[in-house]
Structure formats: C-alpha cells, structure tokens
C-alpha cells in the first residue's frame, strides 16, 4: 500500500500524472523490468490475415503488423509486484485482458477481442490520465469516457471494476450480458452508473463525445473566469475501424474539427479486423489523410499493443494541440494474446472457448482463476478511491471560491449542474387567443424556443442547415464558434445523424444542458439511430420537426413525411407532438422541458394554422383532450379526433354536422403517449366506449389509428406518398377536406 | 441547320466531341467572341458573404471569390448566332439559366441558385461529353447523369428540354412543381424519363451514383470481351456542399475509392453556400484532401462560372484516370447573374421575384421573353435526336455483332437488361417439410439466396460488415473487388446508409441487376432514407434483416427491434416480410423477386424455428392465411395471429386451446401490405367479421395490431425496450409464450 500511497499523493491532477510517469520512465529505464520477459508469438507466425471472402492484401501493410507482433511480452506470474513498473503496467493491462475473456467465455456470448486489443490505452486512460471519482461517477468536473465500439464493453467493466465503481462488482462481471445484470452487452449509461453514454450502434459513441467535448467548451467558456476555473475536462473516446466507416462519425468529427474542439481525444483502434474480416475487403481509406481534411490533429502509435510510453507520448501531445480535436490512430492487434484467434475476425465477436482461453492463459503466462485481480494489481488501483475523493474536493474547494467571487454566475452554474429549473419558468411561454393572427406552427415554436432560452440557462440548439425554415434561430444569440463558444445556435450543416447524437451527449454530459435540434420531419429518417438512442438512454433532447405533413406542397414526396409520426408513436420512450396552434405549441415545450429523461418530438406546420378556441396547455399534458362539444350525458353522436394541422379540419367539421343538428365532439389527440398515461377515467371521458362512431384525420398514415377510432371508425389520411403542388391543391387531392370528414362522419353515424 | 450538321457528324463519339473542341478553342480564340463582351459586376463589388449568424469570414477566400466573378461575361441578344462559339456557348448557358429562373418564378417555388451556378458543367455535359439518346431515355448504354443537389432539378428539367427528350416539353417546364406535371419539386425517375434516380435528400444521389458506376463495371467485365465491347458508358453526378456534408456521401465514397470505380465522374458544385448562409459557418473541412483520404482523383476548377475549357480539360483528365473515380470541385457562384441574390442564401431556395428576374434578365443581356429558347440555341441542340440515335444504332450492330460470336453470353446479356427472368426461376428456391430440421430464418434466407444467384443473372448483394451473422454470402462467387468486379458478393462495410443507396443505384440502372442488402434489423435506423428511397422511386432492392427481434438475446436493447416491423408497415410502396419457417422464407423471396417496382424487407431470425406443418409459399403471396384450423363454417372460436418466430408459439398454443376444446384458427400474419390487396371475400375468409375473438403475437409493437385484431383482441407483443440476456429468458420475461398467448384468448373469449 505504501508504493500506491506515494503514488496517489505525486498523482492528484492527471495531467501531472502522465508526464511525471513519462519522465520518470524515460530517466529510468533499469526500473521498468523486474520480471522476466518472453517473446512469445510463435503460434501467430504462419498465419496471414483472416477473411473468407477472396482479397489480395497489401504486403506492406502485413509487414508492418508482423513487425507490431513481435513486441508482445508475457506478463509475470508473481502475485505482488512493489512498484509501478512496466511489469506491473503489463499485469494490469493483462487483469483486463483476461477479466474480459473470463466473463465472455462465462457468458459464452461476446466481444473478447477489442479488450484484448485495447487493454493497453484502455488501462493508461483509466490509471495514469482521467480525472474521475469512483465514488461518485456524476461528479461534474470528472473527464469523460466513450467507448463508440460498444461491443467492447467488457474492456470498460473492467476499468471501472478496476477503479473501484460499485457500479462493477465482481459479481457483475459474472453476470455480464444476463437478465437484470449492471453489465449489459454493449455500455448503457443508464445501467451502469461510470458509462456515460449508450453505444453499441457504430459510429454513435464519437458523436456523443463531441457533444461531451462541446458542452465542456461551452461551459467553460460561459463560466470559466481568468482567475479560476471551475469547467475543464478532457473527453476520451475509443472508435473502431467500424465506427469509422460510418457516415456519423465522418458528419461530427467535420463539426469537431470546425468547432475546434481541442480537448477532444479519439483513440482510433487501428485493428484492421471488423466482423466480416481484414478491412481491406471494404475499407482502405486513409483514415488519416481523411481527418487533416477534417481539420484534426493527428498522431499515429504503431504499437498499440505494448508501446506504453507512445501512448502516453501521444496523450501529452494531443492535449498540447488546444485548438483541435486530436485523432490517436492506435494500430493494435485484436485478440491480443489468443494465439490461435488474434487478429482475426472469430476473436471479434465469440467466447474464445475453453480450449483457446486455457492457450491464452499459457500464451501470456496467466496462471490465475477466471476473474481473479492479483493482489499487486488490486493494491495498485486502489489508490482511485482517495485520489478521485481528492480530485472531487479540490473542485468543491474551487466552486466555493468561485462563488464567493462570482455568486451570480455560481449561482445560474450550480442551479444548471443540479438539473434544476429556474423558479417560474414555464411562465416565460408565450400565450395565444383565438384572436392572435394565424401563424405556422414552425413560427410558434421559434416563439417558444426564444422565450425558453430566456429563462433556461441551458437551453441551446440549431437546426441541420435548415435554421430558416425550421426557425430555430435564438436571436439574442449569436453561433457557437470556434471562437464564439458563449453562443447558443449551433449550426450543424447537413448532418442530420450526427446532429442527433450530438445533441444526446449534450443531454448526458451532466451539465444541465438542453439541446433542441431540427430539420424537416421527412428527414428523421436521417437520423432515427440518434432518436432512437435518445429515448433508450434517457436523453431529453428536443426534436423541432417542421414540414409535417403533405401541407409544405412544392417540395413533394422526397420531402413530405407520410408514415413518420406512427413511425415515432410506436418508438418506445419517445413522445411524439403534434401541436395545433399556439397554445398547443407552448404546452408542447413545457412537456418536452419537463421530461428530461424522455425525448420529445415536435412535427410542426409549414403553413399557417389559426388558434382554435378549445385547444390549452393543460390539454396538451394529457395528449389528448376535448376541445368543443355540444353533447351531453358523454355520449355524442361522433367523435372527431385531429392532431396539428388538421385539427382545424376537425373543428371544422364538427361546426357543420352541429348545424345539422348532430351532437359532435372534437377531440385534439396531440401526444398519444401521454393520453395512455392517463387514468382510464380520464379516457373514458374524452373516448367513451360506448361511441364507436369515430373519424380521425391527419395527414399521414391512417395505420394505427384503429386504437382510437375502433374497428367501426373510420381514419381520414394519407396511406400513399404525396406529390409535388400547392399545399391546398394536394389536401384536396388526398382528401384531407371538411367535406371528407363530413361525409366520413355520416358513414360512421348511419 | 448546316452547321449542327457538321458539329453533329464530328461529334458521334462524346469523348472525341470533348477535346475536338477544346482543341478548337485553343486554336482559334478570335473565333470565341462574335459578340460585345461587358463585365459587369458591379452590382457585387460592395457586397460580403451573407449569413445570419454571427461568423467571421476569411478574407482569403472572399478574394478568391471575387476574381472568379470578375470573369462574368454578359451573352449577347442576337438570335442567332452561326458557329458553335464560346458566345453560342454561353448563349445555350444562360438559355439553361433562364429557363430555371422562369421556371421558378412561374411557380413562386423552387431553387433557382444552383442551375444559375452549375449551367455552364451541365451545358458541357449534356452537350458536349455524354452519351445518350432523346428519343429512348431507357438506351442500355447511355451515360448516367445524377443531380444529387436534387432541389437544383430545373437544372436537369431545362438540359432534358434542349436536349430533345419528350418527357420536359416546354408545357412541362411551365408546370414545374404543379400538380400533375412531369417536372416535380426534386427530380423522380418514376415521373420523368431521363431522370435515373430519385433525388432531394441530401447525399443520396452520389450514392446512386456509386452504384450505377459499380453496375456498369460489373456487367462490363461479366460480358465486354477483349474483340467486342458492349457496356461502356459514365457515371456523372454533380453535388453540392449539402451532399458533402452527409455522411451518407462519404460512406458510399469510401467505397467507390476502395472498388476503384474509375467511369465515375463527380462534379462539387463548391458555390459554398448553403441554405443557412455561408458554408463558413459549419463546413470548414478540406474536401479534396478528404478524398484524397478516400483514394480518390481530384481536380479543382477554380472558374465553374465561365471557365468552359477548364472545365472540358477536367472531364478529360478524369477520363483519363482509369482506376480511381474522380472528384471535379467546381467553384461556382450560386444564382451567377442575380445581381443583387447571387452568392447567397437568399438564392438558394426562392423565386428570385419579378424585380430580381429583370434586373438579371438586365445584367445578363437577356432580352427574351420567360421559357424562350432562342433559335441558334434550339438549332445548335437540336442535334441531340439524330447523334443520340446514332449512338444507339451503333451500339445495336455492336450487340449484333457480339450475338454472332458469343451467343450463350448475349442470350443472357439481352435477358437480363430486359428485365426478364430465365424460365421456371423460382423452382430453383428450395422446398422443406415439417421433417427438415429447424433451423434460424437467416439461414434459410441464404440457402434461398444461393439458390436464386444460381438461376438470376442479375442476382447480387452483401451486407455492411455481417456477411457471417446475416448469412448473405453466396457461396459460388467471391468478392466484387477492384480487380475482381465479375464477382457478386458486395463488401458494404459498415455503411447501412451507403448500402442502401448504392442498391437503389444498383436496381434502377436498368442492367437487369437485382441488388439485396444486410444488416439487422434494427439498423434500418441507419439507413432509413435510402429504403424510403427505394420504395419512392420504385427500386426492387431485396433488404435481408436478419437478428429481427428481442430473439437476438445478449446484444441487448440497442440490438433489438420493437417497433421497426409497425414502422415499415406505414411506408408506402414497401414490403415488410416476416417468414416464419423455411417454406415461408422461400415464398418471400418469389415475392421479393418478382416484385421489381417494390423493395421488400425480410425480417429474419437469429434463433432456430421449426418448419410448420400448415405453412405454404402461395400462402406468403396472399399476405395472411390459415395455417391450421379445427372450426367449421368459418366460425372459430378465436383466431390466434403470429408473425415469424412467434408463429410457431401461437401455433402450439391453438394445439393446447383445441386438447381444451376450443375451435382454433391459426393465421401466419407474414405481410399485412399483400393481404390488404386481396379481395373482401378472400379478407373475409381468413379474418371473418363475425369473429371478434383474436389474439395477435409477436415480438414487437402492439400498435397498429388493431386493424387485424379489432376494438375486442389481444395484442401480445412488447411496447418497451428489449433487455441483454439468452434469448429464451427475455421471451419469458416480456411474456411471448404459449402460456401467455392462451390466456389473452381465453379472455378475449370470455
């Protein structure tokens, strides 16, 4: 304990940490083994790169993998080793190499081979450079840590079992990838407290982790003070060949390097295997070359598999570089160890098997039980549980220096990290009467956006190159910019995908942050991988979808969204809005504000809607409510159910068929998820049972509206793709007409 | 008239056109200029870049802007001019350019900036380098044109006008973006011959583009033969910043770099301008150096407005690079001529209004009236109809000539571009009995796919990197590669966004190339707006998604679908397929073979299913039928509803319900889209309404169940998230089990 004692107290700031590691290693070099060391790759020496598919490779790059090969070292078998020597950074990096065959092989499903191949960055991040406390993984200034190829969980329930988060026991590692387990198959932040996103989908993680990087430069630049600092973290992040094949990660690494994002650090697992083989058979980029053009830094460690030092060397230089994001290119080998599956695709995702892990175990001279931390490596990273507590003070220490300072920016700062609203500030949404001119939906939400980014300290966003026309602009801000960080539009280009999954790592940072982001609502299919991670890691974002329907005319079936809102309906987690006019618009925005575990979307009109009399705020909370009704008794003679622009269609309507005497209730059915949240009281008031005579109408899908208009009902819509034409030319050619809702009513009723 | 005759007889073969007349250009520049020549930009000089946001502008680059306008030179307003000079040139240019302008403000809507910037490289193109006939938009052999900036479509609509194709009419042009006319809001193949794809959202038209190229180099070295060549022909695409900004773009680059796809031609309309102003303020990236990443040629022309030769030069020396394709930056001036709306966003996306289209008309010395094609311009394209059916006629006697000396080849070759299949096709697709030993729908779905590549010509695909998981590998063939393009296995990498682009490229080529594609299920996420896509302009691509429920177990919830099945139920045009045995995967794929016009999505298993006794091909080709039934007079008690795995649980449990008694119908539910088509008394038949008793399983979304299973059924399915564990405990966990399935019927008979 003494050795890790010392260590600690010479390690409080990471960044101290690695160079004081370089230089000490660098000036004592007879220090670094106490072990005895062994080339050991006979076994890997025949066998050339795996694909079954039928590829020429590239003899010069073979050559330089074989070359990596060579410097595979066996670790000791001693159980304590006294300093932290490089024998004892290879027993470590080893710990988590075999922590992760060990729980793949128990859970006989898996990707052993990312660990395996990663242990090494993985285990310099975790003990030598991250600021973080185990005891308490929310703590605010702590450095973030993506892992984008998800499937390589396990390298991360070893670090964090490693560094002493409860959340990973050893009994969690046993229990990976099993029912109700905190160590799922692919990192979920939401399980796991320590993960801070939710991988797996490629490409995903690197785009949270820009968002991370931007929150911090924004918070930082918001906060920060010449004389003290209070936001100043680094965001990690580990992204595959996989990742980097991906459109998504190309979109956010474009925005990284034009934002400028310096503490930004990607290690790019160089590995040369994805599922289906050796990357020649499909991707033979320079993925190096590519991200100059990106505007990154770029650094290349050719032996990531024991070049500890060029790890670290690179750290260094990558947070020297402060006006970039930094790519690490890290050429590694996956597998590492197995020395029949190394670098090949069937180490990728499998259990080894006994057999193989068993030759893994002599390979690297591992002659420990499954999941067993030798007592040297445990005493070693022990030393995380004082030295987080310490790194966690000194920011409290800080934080109340700056209040004292700068109790009114303490104050908005520390109300933002709480996750905490200011006092009244739904107030701040505009309201509408019947009277208020006619408006598109899109202009009341921009209404609505300005008036929440008054009251909201946290409120930011921007629109994917479509500000215009999504009207998402906050006009007393200017851009978020390199060199304009303190602002609130962000400007995302074209780049819907990576709009998205920005925007959750904004949501996740921590920071209290709330981004909203938009485009046209055809375009969520763009994007549904971002939306749908929303939702599953509880992620708040705020999706601003205009041009909903049919209604935005010219621009014709590529652009007009047909089957999206039931697409959206059906998407656990996630509520989907469709306001009608002003005050729907506003109760839209306090829904979405309110659930900031539960992603929201907005699908608002390009043209102009009136206010209708009955619609509220308060209605809009319960998803679907009454907004007139000459009835009584609760049995009407028909129910006309609307949502957004149609509603007034509905209104319409129901205005007719009362001149003709019947008794017609419209209902606004603007958030289904919400209404099925409700009592079955409440329900049975707005949808009695006993009324089948029911017609829906909304521009799109009529699918899934038999759960509310029942089987004798009839739905109004559009099952077809639309055109190109004047928004009213195509509602009278599809039928979205009063006179339709009308005639469907009478059929209904007859 | 004589003088196009001559140009006409000179220029039979594009490529000779090309550099005979940039050859006489550079020859006899005191032949380039009949006219008075004014620069007149003066309108511009005081004007910055625009942007609403807050941006600093390099001043390095507004420079470089600025001379390049200098170079404007105003067409002359003489009728006719008589020789195919530079001023005829510009003449036929600005013919281009005001037809769009018109065009646009004859329908108040549309995009008038990118055809005023990019009419001089579509002039060049469509006059001067490709190869195509008017009359016969479908001519095998014709050079692809891909405008994947789609909104700039009257750019295409006016190059089809002059050019002689009879689907853009001078009617058409009057109603662009009118309902009803040939000349929509973004071009659609479906509506418009001479339009190849469907393009408007971003980034997709390059991918087509990829994918016409890859079928064009498939089929040239499946059939061309060393004495006789049959396929040859370009693939031109002109994109903008929006395309580039997509990620989509860069994965379906990627792979063109990596495939060496040198007949692909793409122009970078760089006007760097985008919708929300300046590209300054989100893309700041180095796009050639980032396709220099990409392993592709790169040129920059640096005056796209009147640098014709430079122009001319770059689409030779693009020409020339065989084995890589090539990326032409064009630095164009969005809206060149407006001159008070060019080079900026306010171009982009508007009518330019009446005082603007004068005041160009005016800079531009424009005397015409609007969608006026002057005489020597009409002459001078005029042309097109007689060198375009020559060019066909050639390629006829050289397909006759290739008959004669290759019979078994032609027979084949002409089958396939007819679209024809070889008779008796489907008794190739293999046949199974309740005997065959259970087995994962995904490897049914291959044994199907071997059997078809074997009997179609045409029958090629792969999957983004899970050749091994989605078991889409045809095992007679190796990797389309490079250096091995007669190969049919398709690497995607992991590109789902890419794959499913370059596959609509690949099925609207019109080679007769019938594309799948894999990847699971729930990254259709990924790759959403390319499915759309296919379903919208008619692509039968075949979409292999496999690993199609929480049945794929450990991976987790961001590995399982739930509410994907419902989603692509909604989508126009699209089959969603859920086979649930061997005979059923069979049947799916007849559908999905003959249904050209249709893309179909087969969702497929991961775990091992039983062949059912009741299950039946024809039975898959109604959409929804009986599989096994102990009522009589179509009066079961309750009609039990599963769809692919969990049709053998309801299956077992209609057998458990029955050993009580009951008379049990059991319907397989394998594509809702087909039974919708079939007649009321067939509906009836199977579904009948007297019978409200129902119950639906399977494992995802319960909505929109209710149109099958009415206000009274039972819906068991999973409206939450999937979970990590073995695949048989999330089934007893989230309730899809017999037991389930009989008590939801009890109740619903109760």
Same mark, same amino acid.
């Given at each position: 304990?003494?050795?890790?004692?010392?260590?600690?107290?010479?390690?409080?700031?990471?960044?101290?940490?690695?160079?004081?590691?370089?230089?000490?290693?660098?000036?004592?070099?007879?220090?670094?083994?106490?072990?005895?060391?062994?080339?050991?790759?006979?076994?890997?020496?025949?066998?050339?790169?795996? #694909?079954?598919?039928?590829?020429?490779?590239?003899?010069?790059?073979?050559?330089?993998?074989?070359?990596?090969?060579?410097?595979?070292?066996?670790?000791?078998?001693?159980?304590?080793?006294?300093?932290?020597?490089?024998?004892?950074?290879?027993?470590?990096?080893? /710990?988590?190499?075999?922590?992760?065959?060990?729980?793949?092989?128990?859970? &006989?499903?898996?990707?052993?081979?990312?660990? +395996?191949?990663?242990?090494?960055?993985?285990?310099?991040?975790?003990?030598?450079?991250?600021?973080?406390?185990?005891?308490?993984?929310?703590?605010?200034?702590?450095?973030?840590?993506?892992?984008?190829?998800?499937?390589?969980?396990?390298?991360?329930?070893?670090?964090?079992?490693?560094?002493?988060?409860? #959340?990973?026991?050893?009994?969690?590692?046993?229990?990976?990838?099993?029912?109700?387990?905190?160590?799922?198959?692919?990192?979920?932040?939401?399980?796991?407290?320590?993960?801070?996103?939710?991988?797996?989908?490629?490409?995903?993680?690197?785009?949270?982790?820009?968002?991370?990087?931007?929150?911090?430069?924004?918070?930082?630049?918001?906060?920060?003070?010449?004389?003290?600092?209070?936001?100043?973290?680094?965001?990690?992040?580990?992204?595959?060949?996989?990742?980097? %094949?991906?459109?998504?990660?190309?979109?956010?690494?474009?925005?990284?390097?034009?934002?400028?994002?310096?503490?930004?650090?990607?290690?790019?697992?160089?590995?040369?295997?994805?599922?289906?083989?050796?990357?020649?058979?499909?991707?033979?980029?320079?993925?190096?070359?590519?991200?100059?053009?990106?505007?990154?830094?770029?650094?290349?460690?050719? &032996?990531?598999?024991?070049?500890?030092?060029?790890?670290?060397?690179?750290?260094?230089?990558?947070?020297?570089?402060?006006?970039?994001?930094?790519?690490?290119?890290?050429?590694?080998?996956?597998?590492?160890?197995?020395?029949?599956?190394?670098?090949?695709?069937?180490?990728?995702?499998?259990?080894?098997?006994?057999?193989?892990?068993?030759?893994?175990?002599?390979?690297?001279?591992?002659?420990?039980?499954?999941?067993?931390?030798?007592?040297?490596?445990?005493?070693?990273?022990?030393?995380?549980?004082?030295?987080?507590?310490?790194?966690?003070? *000194?920011?409290?220490?800080?934080?109340?220096?700056?209040?004292?300072?700068?109790?009114?920016?303490?104050?908005?700062?520390?109300?933002?990290?709480?996750? *905490?609203?200011?006092?009244?500030?739904?107030?701040?949404?505009?309201?509408?009467?019947?009277?208020?001119?006619?408006?598109?939906?899109?202009?009341?939400?921009?209404?609505?956006?300005?008036?929440?980014?008054?009251?909201?300290?946290?409120?930011?966003?921007?629109?994917?190159?479509?500000?215009?026309? &999504?009207?998402?602009?906050?006009?007393?801000?200017?851009?978020?910019?390199?060199?304009?960080?303190?602002?609130?539009?962000?400007?995302?280009?074209?780049?819907?995908?990576? %709009?998205?999954?920005?925007?959750?790592?904004?949501?996740?940072?921590?920071?209290?942050?709330?981004?909203?982001?938009?485009?046209?609502?055809?375009? /969520?299919?763009?994007?549904?991988?971002? %939306?749908?991670?929303?939702?599953?890691?509880?992620?708040?974002?705020?999706?601003?979808?205009?041009?909903?329907?049919?209604?935005?005319?010219?621009?014709?079936?590529?652009?007009?969204?047909?089957?999206?809102?039931?697409?959206?309906?059906?998407?656990?987690? +996630?509520?989907?809005?469709?306001?009608?006019?002003?005050?729907?618009?506003?109760?839209?925005?306090?829904?979405?504000?309110?659930?900031?575990?539960?992603?929201?979307?907005?699908?608002?009109?390009?043209?102009?809607?009136?206010?209708?009399?009955?619609?509220? +705020?308060?209605?809009?909370?319960?998803?679907?409510?009454?907004?007139?009704?000459?009835?009584?008794?609760?049995?009407?003679?028909?129910?006309?159910?609307?949502?957004?622009?149609?509603?007034?269609?509905?209104?319409?309507?129901?205005?007719?068929?009362? &001149?003709?005497?019947?008794?017609?209730?419209?209902?606004?059915?603007?958030?289904?998820?919400?209404?099925?949240?409700? /009592?079955?009281?409440? *329900?049975?008031?707005?949808?009695?049972?006993?009324?089948?005579?029911?017609?829906?109408?909304?521009?799109?899908?009529?699918?899934?509206?038999?759960?509310?208009?029942?089987?004798?009902?009839?739905?109004?819509?559009?099952?077809?793709?639309?055109?190109?034409?004047?928004?009213?030319?195509?509602?009278?050619?599809?039928?979205? /007409?009063?006179?339709?809702?009308?005639?469907?009513?009478?059929?209904?009723?007859?």
């Amino acid at each position: 304990m003494a050795s890790s004692l010392s260590f600690s107290q010479a390690a409080t700031a990471a960044g101290t940490t690695v160079s004081a590691n370089a230089r000490l290693q660098n000036a004592a070099p007879a220090a670094q083994s106490h072990a005895p060391m062994a080339f050991s790759f006979g076994k890997f020496a025949g066998r050339g790169l795996r #694909s079954h598919g039928k590829v020429a490779f590239s003899p010069k790059r073979r050559l330089s993998l074989d070359s990596s090969r060579k410097n595979v070292i066996r670790a000791t078998a001693v159980e304590t080793l006294e300093t932290t020597s490089t024998a004892l950074v290879e027993k470590s990096v080893n /710990t988590i190499r075999f922590l992760a065959v060990d729980a793949v092989e128990k859970a &006989n499903s898996g990707h052993p081979g990312l660990p +395996m191949g990663c242990a090494p960055m993985g285990h310099i991040l975790y003990d030598e450079v991250m600021n973080y406390n185990p005891k308490n993984p929310y703590f605010f200034n702590r450095d973030r840590f993506v892992l984008s190829a998800g499937h390589g969980c396990m390298l991360q329930y070893a670090l964090l079992h490693l560094a002493g988060f409860d #959340s990973v026991k050893e009994e969690d590692l046993k229990g990976f990838r099993q029912w109700g387990s905190k160590t799922p198959g692919h990192p979920e932040n939401f399980e796991t407290p320590g993960v801070e996103v939710t991988t797996g989908p490629l490409g995903q993680g690197i785009c949270n982790a820009v968002g991370l990087a931007l929150s911090e430069k924004h918070l930082a630049s918001r906060y920060n003070k010449p004389d003290c600092t209070i936001v100043d973290h680094y965001t990690y992040c580990i992204v595959g060949d996989g990742c980097q %094949m991906e459109g998504i990660s190309n979109e956010a690494c474009s925005l990284a390097g034009h934002w400028g994002l310096g503490k930004l650090i990607a290690f790019y697992d160089d590995n040369h295997i994805s599922i289906d083989g050796d990357t020649e058979i499909a991707f033979t980029e320079d993925v190096i070359t590519r991200f100059q053009g990106l505007g990154w830094h770029t650094i290349w460690v050719k &032996n990531g598999n024991t070049g500890y030092d060029d790890i670290r060397a690179a750290i260094e230089e990558a947070k020297s570089v402060e006006d970039k994001p930094t790519l690490i290119k890290v050429t590694t080998t996956i597998g590492f160890g197995s020395p029949n599956k190394a670098n090949s695709y069937s180490v990728h995702g499998s259990a080894l098997g006994a057999k193989e892990v068993e030759a893994t175990r002599q390979n690297l001279a591992w002659p420990y039980e499954p999941f067993h931390v030798p007592e040297d490596v445990k005493s070693h990273w022990s030393r995380h549980i004082e030295k987080g507590a310490a790194v966690e003070a *000194k920011w409290t220490a800080k934080l109340t220096e700056y209040e004292n300072k700068y109790p009114v920016e303490a104050a908005e700062f520390k109300t933002l990290i709480s996750g *905490k609203f200011p006092e009244g500030w739904e107030k701040a949404l505009p309201t509408y009467t019947p009277e208020s001119p006619a408006e598109a939906t899109r202009n009341l939400s921009q209404q609505c956006l300005n008036a929440l980014a008054r009251v909201l300290p946290g409120f930011l966003g921007g629109s994917a190159d479509l500000a215009g026309s &999504n009207m998402t602009l906050l006009k007393m801000f200017g851009d978020f910019q390199k060199d304009t960080p303190t602002e609130r539009n962000l400007r995302f280009g074209v780049r819907e995908h990576g %709009m998205g999954a920005i925007c959750n790592g904004i949501a996740l940072h921590g920071g209290g942050l709330i981004p909203y982001c938009a485009t046209f609502f055809v375009f /969520t299919d763009y994007m549904r991988g971002a %939306m749908r991670l929303s939702a599953l890691s509880e992620a708040g974002v705020i999706y601003v979808m205009t041009h909903d329907s049919i209604g935005l005319g010219e621009d014709g079936p590529t652009h007009q969204p047909i089957e999206h809102l039931l697409s959206f309906r059906a998407m656990p987690n +996630m509520l989907m809005l469709r306001p009608a006019d002003g005050k729907e618009t506003a109760g839209a925005y306090k829904v979405a504000v309110l659930n900031r575990k539960r992603p929201s979307i907005h699908a608002l009109s390009r043209q102009k809607l009136p206010h209708l009399a009955g619609t509220s +705020m308060e209605g809009v909370e319960k998803g679907g409510y009454i907004i007139s009704d000459n009835s009584s008794g609760n049995k009407p003679d028909v129910i006309l159910i609307g949502t957004g622009s149609e509603l007034e269609i509905a209104e319409k309507a129901g205005i007719a068929l009362r &001149n003709e005497g019947k008794a017609v209730r419209v209902v606004s059915f603007v958030c289904w998820e919400l209404f099925e949240e409700q /009592t079955s009281e409440y *329900k049975e008031s707005v949808l009695p049972a006993a009324v089948s005579a029911r017609v829906s109408v909304e521009a799109g899908s009529t699918l899934g509206w038999e759960r509310y208009i029942g089987s004798k009902g009839k739905a109004v819509g559009i099952d077809s793709f639309g055109a190109s034409a004047p928004a009213g030319i195509l509602y009278k050619e599809f039928g979205l /007409t009063i006179d339709n809702v009308v005639a469907s009513a009478k059929q209904v009723m007859a």
